[in-house]
């Protein structure tokens, strides 16, 4: 691993880096940002959790100047991305002066617009909204140098390819574009191709190497509300340090959330049917050390965690991949982890085909589940405006709050998508519904 001072960075950058406590670089970022600091076009492709986000903001940091406004275009699938990318970059830009605005949908455009009005240098957001503030002629794009396309493959499974063609076609042809994945589809070499100079492409690890090698992958039988025994028996039994709990639907995490807190787990909710400032809070409590985090596959989606011990795989999806994305939040940074699923009986044949996709071996436990079935006599949620449930005499659990300025524009179609509704594109089908094997019926 090379010092960051050996690639010649500017002084300012060096101390910002020294205090967020970077010094040596990690194997992406040793490949990448020399290249990136040459302005060559880069195609990366390395595991979640290696460090990407420093191996593009860094090149980006270093040859921008308080005076190049809306110099760099950072595009995302999600805004907790979004959010999380921004906070990296306003900590290496602390010495350097340099002015960072986030857009995405569910937040007020407004407030975004007069951000933007009084000048930026880097821009970072998700595709409707980008869309939404360059048609309203809000978001300039005659001076973008950089183009970044973080999590290009979660971008492009959650049906944004149109988008990031539109986007693209409104930027200048002089650029530098960068592309990070942490999986190489055919899609994305096309859009390489299509839309990138002569690009160097940059393989960190090997391909089945993204599940990371360093996961046990475990797993247990059970169907409907035998499952709420299953988990709390693995919980008690295997005491996760900190783990993410996947259910495929919004009210299966609800109820999933009630089981923990009756059970005096330390616990928070996310998913696409609570406001932006509960997600916000949620994943704030779950860094500071919130023991677990109960989330829908959108809502977690390309969130860096770095001390995940578990990831609990409550509903399984049939898809390989997403199996693959979901442990991936587990064992960062070459440390150890452990994947626990729940797969119903008549799904078993998932399991070999996860072993097959994912290069791994599941390993069957026996639970004693006798203590906890209690747990299956759970009472359904009562809902009130997409909110939480209601507890005892009627006092919501948990849900939106108060209504703030700028949470309303729900009905923008450009931006359901990236609040887990509907697909742009696709304007009945959600994404995920037919993917995951979970026993509620309800949106993510």
Known sequence: MKEFESFGLKPELLLSLKKMGFVNSTDVQEAAIPLALTGKDIVVRAKTGTGKTGAFLIPIINRVSKADYDAA??????????????????????????????VYGGASMNVQINELRRRVNIIVG?????????????????????????????????GFIED??????????????????????????SIAKKHMKDATRINVGKEEEITVNTITHSYAFASGRQKFSVLLAYINQYHPKK???FSATQRGADMLYRLLKNNNFDATIMHGGLSQARREYSLS??????????????????????DVSDVINFDVSEDPAVYVH??????????????????????????????????VKMNLLELDTSAYKEA???????????????????????????????????????NRFEKGGFSRHHPKKRFGQSQSRGFFNSNN
Not at 74 to 102: F, G, H, N, W, Y
Not at 346 to 351: A, S
Not at 405 to 412: A, C, I, K, L
């Open 73 to 102: 275009l950072i595009i995302t699938p999600t805004r907790e991305l979004a959010l999380q990318v921004t906070d990296v970059a306003k900590q290496m830009c602390k010495d350097s002066d340099l002015r960072i605005v986030t």
């Open 126 to 158: 998700t595709p409707g909204r980008l869309i939404d503030l360059m048609k309203q002629r809000e978001l300039r794009t005659e001076g973008i140098k950089f183009l970044v396309l973080d999590e290009a493959d979660t971008m492009f499974d959650m």
């Open 164 to 189: 990031i063609e539109y986007i693209i076609s409104q930027l200048p042809k002089n650029r530098q574009t960068m592309l990070f994945s942490a999986t190489m589809p055919s899609m994305i070499v």
């Open 243 to 245: 783990a993410i709990i």
């Open 285 to 306: 409590d779950f860094r500071k050390g919130t023991q677990f985090l109960i989330a829908t596959n959108v809502a977690a989606r390309g969130l860096d965690i770095t």
């Open 326 to 359: 979901r442990v991936g939040r587990s064992a960062r940074m070459g440390a150890e982890g452990r994947a626990f699923s729940i797969f119903p009986s008549r799904d078993r044949y998932l399991i070999e085909e996860i072993e097959n996709a994912a290069k």
């Open 376 to 414: 299956e006599n759970l009472p359904e949620p009562s809902y009130e405006n997409r909110g939480g449930f209601r507890r005892g005499g009627g006092q919501k659990f948990y849900g939106h709050g108060p209504r703030r300025f700028g949470e309303g524009d729900r009905r923008n179609q450009h």
